[in-house]
């Protein structure tokens, strides 16, 4: 994996246009797939395309452009109605990371898996993912730290086909081509929704696509379904484009959302980790609480109006969740469920990305270790 970090990296120094950059993250990112993931099946007729995030450019040698000497450290920006959202639009992390000598910066991805090849080629330092992002990138050999369990907001999770589709539930889409991002909460719940009608992943065919061209070949009608959360659900929704099939509500979705850094940061900047995970879990507490604030404060980062968001709010449950046996147990399934399917090389100790209960103990706020 050396070879290919090299050249991200040496990419990265390079002044290059906002083609360009496409162009080369993109080839980045296929090589990683080469490497690690079986990206390409006989099911796809639509060729995948690797989607670089929107903020690559802005990140090209942010360490050079820090002002007055400052440690940089890069959130993942989130476009969702999420805590994570209200923390980057309150400003408060930069204030208190500020006074110990940091700045803090918010990258924007495609999606999960864009994230953690990012993550750890020291383009970003804390990810914020689903399930089975970590576990196709532990089993890359990538040192993953998983920091923190969020709720699994399982009902904004969605599984659209067009108005006029005559599916009325998974089992009718037996042969259709569904789009989702590889290694996403998308396949992990097509994985799930097709299991639970007594069909097979291979029943379906899967288009591999990051959200915006899955985004395209949906509203041309280019495939059949997307597996997608919000709020592109709501857009397609509300612009007679989708309809909703199914969700991961109902017991579909079983696992958690994930906060996750390298090994490396982890070791080198523990306070800071500290420090966002407190600011993080007073966001959860005044985003559950306050429905109508939080739909005016992320108008602009959803794309959606303020009465929209408040229909929407009650998808998310807002929470951070201990990280215990049950939560551990529950990501080998996921590992072991990936590695019977083929879809990683190696068997995943997903253990190896957990921390101690005593670390947990010294990064996570205490009202969320006491919870059940």
């Known amino acids: 994996m050396l070879n290919w970090e090299s050249k991200f990296k040496s990419w990265k120094n390079k002044q290059i246009t906002h083609r360009s ?32 995030s929107t903020g690559s450019t802005t990140n090209t040698n942010n360490k050079l452009i820090a002002s007055n000497d400052k440690k940089v450290v890069r959130i993942v920006r989130s476009k969702q109605l999420t805590a994570l959202a209200v923390l980057e639009k309150k400003g408060i992390l930069e204030k208190r990371l500020g006074d110990l000598g940091y700045k803090v910066e918010w990258p924007e991805f495609a999606a999960g898996p864009q994230q953690l090849e990012a993550l750890n080629a020291g383009g970003l330092d804390i990810a914020s993912t689903a399930e089975s992002p970590p576990v196709f990138s532990q089993a890359a050999g990538v040192p993953l730290v998983y920091l923190a369990a969020n709720s699994s907001d399982g009902r904004a999770v969605s599984l659209l086909v067009p108005p006029n589709s005559p599916a009325k539930s998974f089992k009718d889409l037996k042969g259709k081509k569904i789009a989702f991002q590889k290694a996403s909460i998308g396949h992990y719940l097509t994985v799930r929704a097709a299991e639970r009608e007594g069909l097979k992943l291979t029943d379906v ?9 899955a985004n395209a070949a949906f509203s ?9 959360w919000e709020p ?16 991961g509500g109902n017991g579909l979705r079983d696992t958690n959302n994930f906060y996750s850094t390298n090994r490396k940061f982890y070791q080198e900047n523990p306070q800071v980790i500290k420090i966002f995970l407190e600011e993080l879990q007073k966001a959860q507490v005044w985003s559950k609480n306050n429905r109508q604030q939080i739909a005016q404060l992320l108008t602009g980062a959803t794309q959606l109006d303020a009465p929209t968001l408040e229909k929407m709010h009650d998808k998310y449950d807002f929470a951070l969740v201990p990280i215990n046996e049950k939560v551990i147990k529950k990501q080998q399934e996921v590992a072991d469920k990936w590695y019977s399917l083929g879809l990683i090389p190696r068997k995943v100790n997903v253990r190896d990305g957990f921390l101690t209960p005593q670390q947990y103990a010294a990064i996570t706020p205490k009202e969320v270790l006491t919870k059940k």
Request: proline share 5%; glycine share 4%; with cysteine.
């Open 220 to 228: 041309q009608g280019k495939v059949d379904g997307w597996f997608i």
């Open 232 to 247: 592109f659900v709501t857009r397609n929704v509300q612009n007679k484009v989708g309809r909703v099939l199914l969700d």
């Open 21 to 52: 950059a496409l162009s080369a993250f993109s080839c980045y990112s296929l090589v990683l797939s080469a490497t690690v993931f079986i990206w390409n099946t006989p099911q796809n007729s639509i060729q995948q395309q690797a989607i670089s």
């Open 205 to 213: 065919k899967s288009v591999f696509l990051a959200p915006p061209d």
